[in-house]
C-alpha cells in the first residue's frame, strides 16, 4: 500500500497550494483520511480528515476556514486545499488512511514540504 502525497512547493503569504494524495495497493473507499504536518522542530500535527463519503469533515482550530479537505473515491485521492496561507504553516505534509477506533491510523503517505514565504 503507498500513499503518494504531492503538491507542495513554494508560495508567498497570502496565495494558495491544493496537496494531493493518491492511495495504491488498495480502495480506500469506505475509509476515513487525514492529514498532516510537521513543522521544523515540532510535533506532528493533525490539520483534518474526511470521512469515507465526503459527508463529513473536521479540522483543528489553526487551519479551521483555511483549509478544506475533499476526496475522490474513484480515483483513489484525497486533496488538501490550502488558501490564505501564513508562514507558520510551513510544514511537511502528510497525509493518513484507515483510522482505527483507537485513533490510530494505519497507513501514512510520505510528506510533501509546504513553503510559505513572508
Known amino acids: 500500500v503507498l500513499l503518494q502525497a504531492s503538491g507542495g512547493g513554494l508560495v508567498q503569504a497570502g496565495g494558495s497550494l491544493r496537496l494531493s494524495c493518491a492511495a495504491s495497493?488498495?480502495?480506500?473507499?469506505?475509509?476515513?483520511m487525514g492529514w498532516f504536518r510537521q513543522a521544523p522542530g515540532k510535533e506532528r500535527e493533525f490539520i483534518g480528515r474526511i470521512n469515507w463519503n465526503g459527508g463529513s469533515t473536521v479540522y483543528p482550530d489553526s487551519v479551521k476556514g483555511r483549509f478544506t479537505i475533499s476526496r475522490e473515491n474513484a480515483k483513489n485521492t484525497v486533496y488538501l486545499q490550502m488558501n490564505s496561507l501564513k508562514p507558520e504553516d510551513t510544514a511537511v505534509y502528510y497525509c493518513?488512511?484507515?483510522?482505527?477506533?483507537?485513533?490510530?491510523?494505519?497507513?501514512w503517505g510520505r510528506g510533501t514540504l509546504v513553503t510559505v514565504s513572508s
Open positions: 493518513a488512511a484507515d483510522l482505527a477506533v483507537n485513533g490510530d491510523w494505519r497507513y
Open positions: 495497493g488498495r480502495t480506500f473507499s469506505s475509509n476515513a
